[in-house]
Each structure stands twice: as structure tokens, then as C-alpha cells.
């Protein structure tokens, strides 16, 4: 019985093996890549800082500007701080309702705007992250068609990755791979728990 | 103009920040949590990858248990290999269309499930990834109630992330937190883009 059982199988997963090597062989092209991680769920920033690790470990150069988080004591600063190839920048104040001063916001944007373009345009950098850029979008502290324009001048071998719940449709549209994290069950919400080391921060 | 805006921006983020630290005031439990990462998007083993990293950097231990990729020279690794708070384990052998063998499959799941067991009962570890663990369940190489049985029996102050599209509905159940991480555009289908360092590995 167990033999017939993996015999089936066998059987099965060589006409899926063919199937799938047929896919990978027809995948030939190589490039950058403009990544977007949005949606209500968790994991969007995880995720950036995951593909992050790979890259550092590959070798590649790995920018990161954080919009909306300031410098506060994270586990993944105290990590990238041992590599050489990754800048990591926490260039926000906090979320809008903490700093409460609209100008200000928009000012700080501004400057953390401004190193992401730096860092598309310059061409050591094989990896940006713009974490949490969609949710300034989304407020309206930088226009989106600014970001559209840095992505359309972005060289062919980065790979940039936006964050941020909200992602606007203009952005979405010229993205190559688009990840909505859902929300399934939130221990926050549902349980009365707190944000704790390893997991949120 | 400006400063109306501005004015009425910052009145409404008083009573946003009134209401999100009320929320928060509310939080004060503090728990390992059983997390999953599913559903068809990408970013599921990155997310858990991302948070393996915030853990690291706070001095808690990881492990690291991967059922269905192999030992492949993956950026993470490299990482991973300067941290003495962490033990990243890719004990499969590919995906089971490669392997073609079912019987075997089967054996090298419970290897690989024996390991994440001992990292759940052995308080030395902080946080616990079984990375993919979705997959052999769903291809019922391992009886789920073997994993409901080991989560019930979890330490209080460990984190477990378990990974792979169709999580089954029992699990899920169990779960504190839950990710499902939709496809809204996939260069790989789409595009003929093939898999990249610091993207996929």
C-alpha cells in the first residue's frame, strides 16, 4: 500500500519536475527589480530586511533609509553595524501623530528623500530600501510623482524595495513584484499583547 | 493656506496620538508567540528571515530549521555564520518534484522535524523558524497533529514562525499571528525574470 502510495507519487512528481524546468529554463532575463511590500498585514518590513541579509551575504552593496522610524535601538541596527556593505538609516521622528507637526514631517521626509535618490543615482549601491515610503506618500509629505521619476531613472542592475501599508496605484503600476501582506490574526488587536524584541523592533 | 493645513494636521494628530496611546497603554502582555507566514505571495521566508535578524542583534538565540530548501550557498547563511546566537539548519533536499522519491522525503522531514522538537524543548532558544514546515504538511510527510502537540507544550517565552504556503486550517487555529502574503504581480510569471541573488537566495 505505502508502495503503491510512492510509486503514485514518483510518477506524479516527474511530470511536475518536466513542467517545472520547462518554466525555469523560459526565465533568462536578469535585472533589477522595483519591489513593493504593502497591505495591512505584518512582515513588510521583515521581509525588506530579510532580502537585505541575502544581499549583504551576496556581497552587494545595501542601502537603507528608514521614512518613518527613528534611531532607536532595533535588533537589525546592532547586526548590520558588524557589516561594511550595508548603510542603515532610521531618518524618521517616529509616526505623524507622535511628532505632531506637519511642516516638520514633511521636512524630515524631504532629507530622507533625498539619500534614497542618492543612493538609486549612485552605482555602487546594488540594493535600496525605502522603508515605510508609503506611508509619507500616502500623507502627501512628498509627491509620488518625485518617487516615480527617481524609478524610472534607476539603473538596471538595482533593485529597489518600497515598504509601507497603502501603496499608491502609480506606484504599484511600475512595479515588477508587488507583495500585499493581509492581516489573518493580529496578537496586538486580539490579545492585548505588547511590541517585543524580535519581533517588532 | 499652509498654515491652516498644517493647523488642522497637527489638531487631528493630537486625537490620533491620544487614541494610540490609549491602545498601547492597553498592551501589557508579553508572550512567545506562534507565528505564521502563508498564502501564495513571496516574502514569507524573508519576513521570518527579518525577524531572525532583529532577534539576533538582541542577543536572543535562534534556530533556524529548513525543510525543503537544501544546504545551496544562500546569502543568509553567510550572515548567519558570524553570529554565535544562531544555528541555521537547511536540511532539506530540494522540493519534492526534485527529489522524485517519496519515501525519502518523508525520512529527511523527520529529521528535520526531530530538530526543531529539541530547539522548542530546549530553553536556550528564544525564537524558533521552521521554515517551510507548510509544505511537507501539506504533502502529509509529517502528521500535523505531531506539530499542534509540540506547539501546545511550547515554552511561554519562546517565539516559533512556522512558513509555506496552505498552512492548514489547524494551525492557523492555534496561531497568534498570522500573515497571509498575496501575489498582486510576480516578475517570474510575468516577465521571464529568473531567480537573483539577494532576491530569492
Given at each position: 500500500m505505502a508502495d503503491t502510495r510512492d510509486e503514485a507519487h514518483n510518477a506524479k512528481m516527474k511530470k511536475v519536475k518536466a513542467a517545472h524546468d520547462k518554466i525555469v529554463a523560459s526565465k533568462t532575463v536578469e535585472k533589477g527589480l522595483i519591489i513593493v511590500h504593502t497591505g495591512p498585514g505584518k512582515g513588510k518590513t521583515s521581509a525588506a530586511l530579510g532580502m537585505a541579509i541575502r544581499a549583504i551575504g551576496h556581497d552587494m552593496k545595501v542601502g537603507i533609509v528608514q521614512?518613518?522610524?527613528?534611531?532607536?535601538?532595533?535588533g537589525e541596527a546592532a547586526v548590520f553595524a558588524?557589516?561594511?556593505?550595508v548603510e542603515f538609516k532610521?531618518?524618521?521622528?517616529?509616526f505623524t501623530w507622535e511628532t505632531q507637526n506637519r511642516a516638520r514631517d514633511v521636512e524630515v521626509t524631504r532629507v530622507a528623500w533625498e539619500e534614497v535618490k542618492r543612493m538609486i543615482a549612485?552605482?555602487?549601491?546594488?540594493m535600496i530600501i525605502a522603508d515605510e515610503l508609503n506611508i509619507v506618500l500616502r500623507y502627501d509629505y512628498l509627491p509620488v510623482d518625485e518617487v516615480l521619476e527617481a524609478l524610472a531613472g534607476k539603473r538596471d542592475a538595482a533593485h529597489v524595495i518600497i515598504t509601507g501599508r497603502n501603496a499608491p496605484d502609480a506606484l504599484i503600476a511600475v512595479a515588477d513584484l508587488v507583495t500585499e501582506m493581509a492581516l489573518v490574526k493580529h496578537p496586538f488587536r486580539e490579545q492585548g499583547v505588547k511590541a517585543q524584541a524580535g519581533i517588532e523592533f
Open positions: 521614512f518613518v522610524k527613528g534611531a532607536m535601538a532595533t558588524k557589516f561594511d556593505n532610521p531618518m524618521g521622528e517616529g549612485d552605482p555602487s549601491y546594488d
